[in-house]
C-alpha cells in the first residue's frame, strides 16, 4: 500500500515565477493538507481539501492556493513567489473523521533564487 | 490564536538516560494533542496521540500525558537509544474532526543520542 507521495522532491524557480505542486493521498484517505516547513522551524498549516472544497486555511496568503480532484490528489499553487516562499511543502492525508491520524508525504523541498 | 512551545534543542544524552521534552500548548478550546517524529532523511510520523484531558498516548517506549491544569503534554522516556535520534515535534489540532483537522507545531527539538 503506497503512502503518501509527493512530486517533485526538489524544485528551483525565480521570483515572480509560479509553481505548482502535487500530492497523491494514502489509499482509502479522503482528506489532504498543506504545510510549510522553512528551514528549522514546525511545519505551518497553509490549507486542507476535502470532497473538493477548502475546508480549512491558515495564515497564508492568497497567493496560495489549491485544488483536489475527484480521485482525492491535491494541488498545491504558489503564484508571485518570493524568497521567503523557499522551504519544503508537505502534504499529508487522512480520514475526516474525529481522532484520525495525519500521514505526511516526503516533501517537495522549493528554492526560490 | 493556538501556539505550541517546546523546548529548544538540540538535546544531547547519552544511552540509557532519561529523556523529557516539555510541551506546553495555548488554546481556546479542547484540542487533541500529538507528536510527531522526524527521522534523519524521513518523513514526518505521528509517534503518540491523547485526544481529551489526563489521557496518556504511548508507542515505542515513550509516553505523553495531557495536563489541561498546566496545558502540557511533556515527551518522556525511560531509557534512550541510539536510533531514537531525530527531531521531535509537539502539535495540536482544534476543531470537529480532531487529528484530521490543520494541525500547529511547535518548532521542534533536536534529539542527539550518544553511545
Known amino acids: 500500500d503506497a503512502g503518501v507521495t509527493q512530486s517533485p522532491t526538489h524544485l528551483i524557480k525565480t521570483r515572480g515565477q509560479q509553481v505548482t505542486l502535487r500530492c497523491s493521498p494514502k489509499?482509502?484517505?479522503?482528506?489532504v493538507s498543506w504545510y510549510q516547513q522553512a528551514l528549522g522551524q514546525g511545519p505551518q498549516f497553509i490549507f486542507q481539501?476535502?470532497?473538493?472544497?477548502?475546508?480549512q486555511r491558515g495564515n497564508f496568503p492568497d497567493r496560495f492556493s489549491g485544488h483536489q480532484f475527484p480521485n482525492y490528489s491535491s494541488e498545491l499553487n504558489v503564484n508571485a513567489l518570493l524568497l521567503g516562499d523557499s522551504a519544503l511543502y508537505l502534504c499529508?492525508?487522512?480520514?475526516?473523521?474525529?481522532?484520525?491520524?495525519?500521514?505526511f508525504g516526503p516533501g517537495t523541498r522549493l528554492l526560490v533564487l | 490564536g493556538n501556539s505550541v512551545t517546546q523546548m529548544e534543542g538540540p538535546v544531547t544524552l547519552s544511552e540509557e538516560a532519561f529523556l523529557t521534552i516539555n510541551c506546553t500548548y495555548t488554546?481556546?478550546?479542547?484540542?487533541?494533542l500529538f507528536w510527531y517524529v522526524q527521522y534523519p532523511g524521513e518523513g514526518l510520523q505521528l509517534l503518540l496521540k491523547?485526544?481529551?484531558?489526563?489521557d496518556k498516548g504511548s508507542n515505542k517506549g515513550f509516553e505523553a500525558t495531557y495536563r489541561k491544569e498546566t496545558t502540557s503534554f511533556h515527551l518522556e522516556k525511560g531509557s534512550v537509544q541510539v536510533s531514537d535520534s531525530a527531531v521531535y515535534f509537539c502539535?495540536?489540532?482544534?476543531?470537529?474532526?480532531?487529528?484530521?483537522?490543520?494541525?500547529?507545531f511547535g518548532k521542534g527539538t533536536h534529539l542527539i543520542i550518544q553511545p
Open positions: 499529508a492525508s487522512s480520514l475526516l473523521s474525529f481522532g484520525e491520524t495525519q500521514y
Open positions: 489509499s482509502g484517505h479522503d482528506t
Open positions: 481539501y476535502y470532497e473538493e472544497e477548502e475546508r
Open positions: 488554546a481556546t478550546g479542547y484540542p487533541s
Open positions: 491523547a485526544t481529551k484531558a489526563d
Open positions: 502539535a495540536l489540532s482544534e476543531g470537529s474532526g480532531g487529528g484530521a483537522d490543520g494541525l500547529t
